[in-house]
């Protein structure tokens, strides 16, 4: 069992948890992720470790609702439990003093950007910082970057904050005016692969952080496959993070859909009865 710690809300569906899970917070680095279930019926799902505090034994998670999981684990309030959580999982984000680094943090992606960002602050390199959203409502951790980047740039698809437009063109510029060494890019998948579009035509490296349909974290099950450079491989051992430029991103973007309608249907049906007696 991990307790609640803590619980924030950070932005319409989207909340910032603590919890305890100290053998997780010893051993975690940047760019790992856990899997955690909140009660024994609950589906297992993935989530990137925001932040940790290993001499207190717990980490950090962003949780937003969408799906019935999801709903469950931000019903839950401080002194409540999750059943249990698995990791950490996958590999670390490989950081070494490059350079000027740009990281893109695409709504909810920015909890996963924001890790990243750290570790490459901490390793000598000036980090450049872009999130966007569609609207101001979904900007979320901007105070966390700002603190870690030598420059943050925000965009909104309709203006109501930073930038009218979309994190390509904070990025394009950035590019124009700068040598940048890498791009780490996490978000929707199709903000990721405009990113990686834009970035190849100015031949600069691009890593992306993804989050594919995943079951057990271990490359057991096969449902977090995606294919690099022509090849299968799974998120969850071979990943999290793959060369944008090598992602199939039609085809991963197909299998994220796999579920959604389901997915559409329980947020639309909160008050299920029949649901709630089982």
Known sequence: MHRIISKKKIAEDIFKIVLEAPVV?????AGQFVVLRPEETSERIPLTIFDSDAGKGTITIIVQVVGKTTRKI??????ENLLDVAGPLGNPTHVER??????????????????????FKEEGNNVMGIIGARTKDLIILEDEMSAITSELFITTDDGSYGRKGFVTDALKDIIEKNPVAEVLAVGPVPMMKAVCDLTKQYNVKTMVSLN?????????????????????????????????????????????KGYSDMEKHYIGHKGCNLENKV
Do not use: Q
């Open 98 to 119: 490059k350079g000027n680094i740009a990281v893109v943090g695409g709504g909810v992606g920015t909890a996963v950007a924001y890790p990243v960002a750290k570790a």
């Open 25 to 29: 917070a010893a051993k975690r680095k």
């Open 212 to 256: 594919p349909i995943m079951v057990d974290g271990t490359g057991m099950c096969g449902a977090c496959r995606v294919t690099v450079a022509g090849k299968t491989r799974f998120t969850c051992v071979d990943g999290p993070e793959f060369n944008g430029h090598e992602v199939d991103f039609d085809e991963l973007s197909k299998r994220l």
């Open 74 to 79: 931000a019903s839950l309030g401080e002194g």
